[in-house]
């Protein structure tokens, strides 16, 4: 009550005095500084005073100033404040500028967030402006080249195809190399959500345009936090929260066509027949029996120009320009109680693969909402809708060989029979191959068309992934929160092969749906304490629990030979009707976390997690593990005897850090992996119960002991800024499918064990600069370089090299002192031009030479005498498949109302299996590449294709990769320019419109390789630790050009 | 001094806000949270709990070889077209171009799933056998021994379809070329990856032990047709028998255990148990699966298919989904084909109802080119134990008896032919050559040339593969010489 009255006089103390006393008005325009444009919702205020007002919409203010009064203050969130001196003057214009350090200065670690003074551990963070125009369907995409130590290649053009992410090189081997992913809070799943070919990465039901930021931990210091979840390094994401002030309404928006990049060229119909042909009489000379009779005429000849010499260009039927669009609409913005973010997007994306699309809905609501002094609300909510739809690529792991495949259909078949036939019908045979023309060799591969247009093939992702929270302030630096986090999904797959042609043929049209549900709910509560005592002691302290649960039920059925070929439905009639995508999945952690943060007076640091993890997909006596970390951290800079030294008029800032710490991999491949199981089937209509899986009771954690050393740098008042990292990763206790002797008959011939080790070890450098900041002109750059080594240092079985499998091949070998994933392939030496033979070195070093068809005499020396066959045993040539160095090289200019900015990425110093060279090189009836017209024809000419010898398919490769097929794969891109232009404020007169940009921008412009295949960043393999660096009948990467506009009222 | 002040009122209060959300947490978090339980499988140690688990166990065996990938197709595919009576079409890889092309090498994933599975199919009867010795208590006696029989059944069967094609012949050298790893105990765990191969004598020495039990332990009959041709009964273990003392060359066993089931006297039929007998016209033996002369088959249903490109019709036939991967070899020079050969005539049945022309090229139609392909696979029939046996008179015994169980498969299917031969070297080769008709695309086309010694006569190689070449047997898998040290 006394307080009542006393608040009471003063306020009426106030308004005598400003009635008494001779007041003024001063009036002016806030603007941001670095564009003109003018800032809305700004706070002005007398200082000294409760006197203020904000800004409008344009910017401009007018306040009345007591006389007694002669400064304004201008605060703004996330701008420096300014103060003015009124002095005489009646109007104050102020340009603000942006606060660096409140803006990007922030590290997001999990379960708390910290200053990056305070920070020593190793992270990266990106922006969500960064992100949010870019035409990818998930903003994992969109991290290319953003952040030291972080290596992200997209596997291929596929729409929505999971990007392969490394942070700090390969950190498993048999378990997932992907970071986890946690957003506001909630861990979540990544990975191929689909079983059919429209590939579903399920963060594309993120709106990138959401994002605020992406933090990304790379050290143990940072990540240890997540104890057993983090050995693959962790991803922040963190979206949108409104700001105080004024609402803020903007709408983006692009428009975009792209194409597919860098085809490989392809004989034409002439050149086809001619060279074939040519095959066809070198085979005949060598074997008849390689060309059967029926497969030639009385000539020799089996190829014959089609009807019309008919060209098909191939590419043609199965790539397009395709046209893809977003729009994402927001509102946001609070009061200092309330704060809001809403927005709802729609993206309809197209692919340059015919009927390859993505359509995203969603919309987010987050708010934020202090109850009390003493109670803080949080929620979010968003709801989603994804639709993958694509086409039998042949692109997606495991497919590479699929004879249906588009991407190596487009490549093999030949330019001289067509895809229709006169009547529009489509050239197809009653056998399920394409027509073969006029041809007498048999053509076995598939028409696409029929298998674009009459197949579906489609993932759709619902979508609710909310939180809600709260955080109760118990008492002074005492905050407990809890966040309770539900996502539930439930991912929907068609799947229709028609019964003319295709996969469907053979089945007389087969649909297989199945329907996942996917609930994950994560609970986590915290008790954080922070004080300050003697003055420069500062300390935070940590305590809590995480419990995360995680369900996937699927089940559907595959239905087969359609009572009616005319219908393309799964509820259509089928004769046949068997199981398919079924199965539970459950997988449980229980966490225990802890950590502490020390710092005194801003120069020395000290952080320590601790975290306890119980995983249900471990053994039952095993399940439980401590992981944690210390950091140390010392800002030389602002020692007293540094502050003092000349040095620290261009040296600002000097910290070094250095931090050790285990965290662990529980993304184990099954959840029941430790139990030995019996599994059901059938024998004819019986039941059977038979041993199907070879369980380890002492299955337990791989962990990872990290080191980290880093030095940061700034100079000229942080005007150029530099970092540096030595990281070691030693991986211990590997769980691997331990190869089993395939005699001993364990099922799937493995057993999962914590047996091998390895390591990454690299230097991680960033540079940061604004080389010209003269106000209208700006350049601000930063170019980051990585530079890693991988080492297998034990595995399996008595060191037990594993191969990694490309679906029919293995190019690929895990094995002791090399690194993971590494190409084993066999050596030549060119071909001979005595005789136009592949000279392959076989495992004792020998030369042997091979002749196709040659029956006892295939395989001899130089010299004629018959030698042993070379077979993919005689492997002796290893190369490594992970970039031992990359980074990006991002400048951003601005000039008045006009901003650029040009991103590159490079990457190298690893090795690509180029396989489907390999296929281009064929010597069955498949189309080549161009390349092949240099073969060898007479003696003595000096080249590198082989005499073609019809249905060789040892001398190219595809029957064992071969090191000829193996290629560099350094390269240079330019990944993304973007030009943007701001319109001038005073055009947008009384429309409520702020800020009105338009920008055009081109991703993938252009490739500075020497790599010969599509594309230097590819995956065939996806994710694959085993098998990485391979490309095989893939389709390429595409070249994107967008335009779009960010409106702001 | 009250200490329920309003201060600390205050922190109680949000002490108790606070205790709101940790409670249920703490019960969320009860000791079987951690545990996840496989719900659609069945743990080990509850494997032997019920008769029927048991009962499923035995025909989890049967399964195992079923495999499309094993005996349930591919390894008959791969058997054929090694040799003369087959030309690719599609020059595929993955439906056995290469094995056709005598280029297959260790890495082949198809030529290792047959190893594979034959282990697997060997680990779980040798797991089945150890769990059947630890649990006899707990299962009526006469069936015991059966499943024991059954078990002991299928690792014979599996060794000696694996030695026929990875090792050396028997005949050769009467067993002493490098044979198998010989593994006779269930392997569970890491442990035991190295294994020597045992030489194929060994192995033959097992099979026969295994056959021999067998046939003591297994029941006479079963209880339908069906099963008695899905399951081993005392005949089906003489029936494998007698081949394996065929491919020994011991033809005085044949005849021993081939008089055990087979008459002396035409009509030829079984006179002890099941009554094995020809069926008057062998068209029905492909499409009435459970008859008496089909004395070893493997089930196929909707729901148990053989599984994609894994399908003999697929394979042999045509419409409406066969793809017709593989014609029957016509050529009038070079290595010739059965469909030529003048024993096989125009009159045959097995000629005018098991083949046909589509496309311009002859097939094979015994199996239907329907999807999802459920013809029954053939293992063991009546005929070629008559062929068996009549191969073993010719050989060592009755040259009479050998013509009339001869003519006996013979006639069924072309009633007006006759045995004009005069040498036991005519006779031998009209027997032999009856084999390649009436098995034809059945798997036994390169067994039945390796069991004599002989070069394969191979069209996809366009050449006669000795027994010296390389190429004779498959290559063991890559990945079992990559994990077994002492291989």
């Not at chain 1, 990544?190 to 993120?206: E, K, M, Q, V, Y």
Request: charged share 15%.
């Amino acid at each position: 009550m006394r307080k009542l009255l006393l608040m009471s006089l003063v306020l009426t103390l106030t308004l005598l005095n400003q009635a008494v006393a001779q007041s003024k008005t001063v009036s002016g325009k806030v603007t941001d500084q670095t564009n003109a444009q003018g800032l809305p919702g700004v706070a002005v205020v007398v200082k000294g005073t409760s006197v203020g007002t904000t800004t409008s919409a344009d910017g401009t203010y007018s306040i009345n100033v007591p006389a007694n009064s002669n400064t304004l203050v201008f605060r703004f969130i996330g701008y420096l404040p300014v103060e003015k001196t009124i002095g005489n003057t009646s109007t104050i214009n102020v340009g603000m500028a942006l606060d660096n350090k409140q803006l990007q200065e922030v590290v997001v670690t999990g379960y708390a967030t910290k200053s990056k003074e305070e920070f020593t551990g190793a992270a990266a963070s990106v922006t969500g402006e960064a992100i949010k125009d870019r035409p990818v369907q998930s903003f994992a995409q969109a991290l290319t080249g953003q952040a030291a130590g972080v290596n992200i290649v997209q596997p291929n053009g596929v729409l929505n195809n999971p990007p392969v992410i490394r942070i700090r090189g390969i950190n498993s081997i048999s378990l997932s190399s992907f970071p986890l992913v946690v957003v506001d809070g909630i861990p979540i799943a990544t990975g191929d959500a689909s079983p059919n070919s429209a590939a579903n990465n399920p963060l594309g039901d993120i709106n990138p345009s959401d994002i605020e930021s992406i933090d990304i931990l790379k050290d143990a210091a940072s990540t240890s936090i997540y104890g057993s979840r983090a050995a693959a390094g962790v991803l922040i994401i963190t979206t949108k929260k409104g700001k105080q002030g004024k609402a803020k309404v903007s709408y983006d928006g692009w428009v975009g066509t792209g194409v597919a990049a860098r085809l490989p060229e392809l004989l034409n119909a002439e050149q086809y027949v001619e060279y074939k042909n040519e095959a066809v009489r070198n085979a005949l000379s060598v074997n008849t029996a390689l060309v059967p009779t029926a497969q030639r005429d009385a000539n020799g000849v089996s190829f014959f120009p089609g009807e019309g010499n008919v060209d098909t260009k191939w590419y043609d039927e199965i790539y397009r320009r395709s046209v893809s669009q977003n729009h994402t609409f927001s509102v946001s913005g609070g009061n200092e109680n309330t704060s809001y973010y809403f927005s709802a997007g729609i993206s309809d994306q197209d692919g340059f693969i015919k009927t390859n699309s993505f359509t995203r809905r969603n919309t987010r609501l987050n708010i934020n909402h202090k109850v009390t002094d003493w109670f803080n609300f949080r929620g979010n909510v968003t709801y989603s809708n994804s639709m993958n739809m694509a086409p039998q690529t042949g692109s997606l792991p495991g497919t590479s060989f699929a004879s249906s495949g588009l991407a190596r259909l487009a490549l093999v078949l030949p330019p001289n029979v067509a895809p229709r036939n006169a009547d529009g019908s489509y050239n197809i045979t009653g056998s399920n191959t394409i027509g073969q023309g006029k041809n007498l060799a048999a053509i076995t591969f598939q028409n696409p068309l029929p298998i674009m247009d009459l197949n579906t093939n489609t993932s759709e992702n619902t979508r609710l992934i909310s939180n809600i929270g709260a955080d109760f302030n118990i008492f002074k630096g005492l905050t407990a929160r809890t966040t309770y986090s539900y996502d539930r999904g439930n991912t929907e797959n068609i799947q229709f092969w028609n019964p003319q042609h295709g996969d469907g043929w053979s089945w007389g049209g087969q649909a297989f749906n199945s329907t996942a549900r996917r609930e994950n709910w994560n609970w986590v509560n915290t008790l954080q304490y922070e004080t300050t005592f003697g003055e420069k002691h500062n300390i935070s302290l940590l305590a809590g629990t995480d419990v995360q649960k995680t369900t996937v039920d699927t089940w559907g059925s595959v239905r087969q030979t359609l009572t009616d070929v005319g219908f393309d439905l799964y509820q259509a009639g089928y004769t046949t009707n068997v199981a398919g995508g079924n199965g539970i999945s459950y997988r449980a952690y229980e966490s225990y976390l802890s950590s502490l943060n020390y710092n005194y007076g801003g120069k020395y640091f000290l952080s320590a997690n601790f975290r306890r993890d119980g995983n249900s997909a471990l053994a039952t006596k095993q399940r439980w593990g401590n992981f944690g970390g210390a950091s140390v951290g010392w800002a030389l800079s602002e020692e007293n005897f540094f502050k003092n030294s000349s040095l620290a008029n261009t040296v600002s800032n000097v910290r070094l850090k250095g931090s050790w710490g285990r965290v662990g991999n529980g993304n184990l491949p099954s959840d029941f992996g430790s139990y030995s199981l019996f599994g059901t089937g059938l024998y004819g209509d019986i039941s059977t119960l038979a041993y199907a899986q070879a369980g380890n009771e002492f299955l337990s954690w791989e962990t990872s002991d990290q080191t980290n050393i880093g030095l940061d740098l700034a100079f000229l008042n942080n005007r150029i800024t530099f970092e540096t990292n030595y990281y070691k990763n030693d991986v211990n206790g590997l769980i691997l499918e331990a190869p089993q002797a395939p005699s001993k008959g364990i099922p799937g011939n493995s057993i999962l064990q914590n047996v091998g080790s390895m390591y990454n070890e690299g230097l991680e450098f960033s540079l940061g600069a604004t080389p010209i900041d003269r106000g209208k002109f700006s350049w601000k750059t930063n170019f980051n370089l990585t530079l890693n080594k991988n080492e297998v240092t034990a595995l399996a079985g008595g060191n037990a090299p594993i191969p990694g499998v490309t679906q029919l091949e293995t190019a690929n070998l895990t094995s002791v002192g090399n690194s993971v994933g590494s190409l084993w392939v066999v050596r030549t030496n060119g071909v001979n031009p005595q005789n136009g033979r592949r000279i392959f070195i076989n495992k004792k070093g020998e030369e042997v030479q091979y002749l196709h068809g040659g029956g006892a005499n295939a395989w001899t020396y130089l010299d004629g005498k018959v030698a042993s066959a070379v077979t993919a045993a005689d492997a002796s040539a290893m190369y490594n498949t992970l970039p031992t160095w990359y980074g990006g090289f991002n400048n951003n200019f601005t000039y008045g109302n006009f901003d650029l900015s040009i991103m590159f990425t490079y990457s190298g110093g690893n090795y690509i299996y180029n396989g489907t060279q390999a296929g281009l090189r064929d010597q069955r009836f498949w189309n080549n590449h161009t390349d092949v017209l240099s073969r060898w024809q007479k003696e003595g000419d000096q080249t590198e294709i082989p005499r073609p010898i019809f249905g060789d398919n040892v001398s190219n490769g595809s029957s064992f990769p071969i090191d000829v097929n193996v290629e560099k794969g350094d390269f240079l891109r330019l990944q993304n320019t973007v030009l943007g232009y701001r319109l001038p404020a005073q055009l947008f007169g009384k429309t409520g419109i702020s800020s009105l940009r338009v920008y055009g921008q081109i991703d993938n412009a252009f490739l500075l390789t020497k790599y010969s295949g599509v594309d230097p960043e590819i995956s065939t393999n996806g994710n694959s630790n085993l098998a990485p660096g391979v490309e095989r009948n893939t389709v390429p990467q595409g070249r994107m050009f967008t335009m779009g506009v960010n409106l702001g009222f | 001094m009250n200490i329920l002040n309003k201060t600390n009122k205050k922190y109680l209060l949000r002490l108790a806000l606070l205790s709101i959300p940790l409670a249920p947490m703490m019960s969320s978090c009860a000791d079987d949270f951690l545990e996840a339980q496989p719900r659609t499988s069945v743990s080990v140690e509850n494997a032997f709990d019920t008769p029927e688990r048991v009962e499923a166990q035995a025909n989890g065996l049967y399964a195992t070889i079923k495999s499309g990938a094993f005996l349930g197709g591919r390894y008959q595919v791969y058997n054929d077209v090694r040799a003369e009576e087959f030309i690719n079409r599609l020059n595929n890889g993955v439906t056995g171009a290469w094995a056709y092309a005598h280029t297959i090498g260790g890495d082949d994933t198809y030529l290792a799933n047959f190893w594979i599975t034959g282990y697997l199919a060997i680990n779980r009867s040798n797991l089945f056998l150890e769990g059947l010795d630890a649990n006899a208590t707990k299962i009526d006696p006469a069936k015991l021994q059966q499943y024991k029989g059954e078990a002991k059944f299928v690792r014979a069967l599996t060794y000696f379809y694996l030695v026929q094609i990875y090792a050396k012949p028997y005949a050769i050298d009467n067993g002493a070329s490098p044979g198998l790893p010989l593994r006779l105990k269930g392997e569970t765990g890491p442990d035991n990856n190295g294994m020597a191969r045992s030489t194929v004598a060994q192995i033959y020495a097992q099979i026969l032990k295994d056959l021999n039990e067998a046939e003591a332990e297994l029941p006479s009959n079963y209880s339908s047709g069906s099963l008695n041709t899905t399951r081993a009964h005392k005949n089906t273990a003489i029936a494998l028998k007698t081949r394996v003392y065929l491919t020994m060359k011991n033809y005085a066993k044949v005849i021993e255990e081939g008089n055990k089931i087979v008459s002396a006297n035409a009509p030829f039929t079984s006179p002890n148990r099941v009554a094995h007998a020809l069926q008057s016209n062998i068209k029905n033996v492909f499409t009435n699966y459970t008859t008496t002369e089909s004395i070893f088959s493997m089930p196929m249903t909707n729901n148990s298919a053989p599984g994609t490109q894994n399908q003999l019709g697929y394979y042999y036939n045509g419409s409406p989904n066969g793809n017709r991967e593989y014609y029957l070899n016509v050529n009038a020079t070079g290595i010739k084909g059965i469909y030529t050969n003048s024993q096989f005539r125009d009159t045959d049945a097995r000629k005018t109802d098991l083949t046909a022309t589509i496309s311009g090229q002859r097939y094979v139609t015994k199996f239907s080119g329907v999807t999802p392909f459920t013809d029954w696979v053939p293992i063991i029939r009546y005929s070629e134990v008559l062929l068996n046996l009549a191969e073993a008179e010719a050989e060592v015994g009755s040259q009479t008896r050998a013509i009339a169980l001869l003519e006996a498969v013979h006639k069924r299917s072309d009633a007006t032919w006759t045995y004009t031969g005069t040498t036991k070297t005519d006779l031998i080769d009209a027997i032999l050559t009856e084999r390649r008709i009436e098995l034809l695309a059945e798997g036994f086309r390169t067994n039945d040339i390796m069991r004599r010694g002989l070069a394969i006569p191979s069209v996809g190689a366009g050449a006669q593969i000795p027994v010296a070449d390389s190429r004779y047997t498959f290559p063991i898998p890559t990945r079992e010489y990559q994990t077994n040290p002492l291989l």
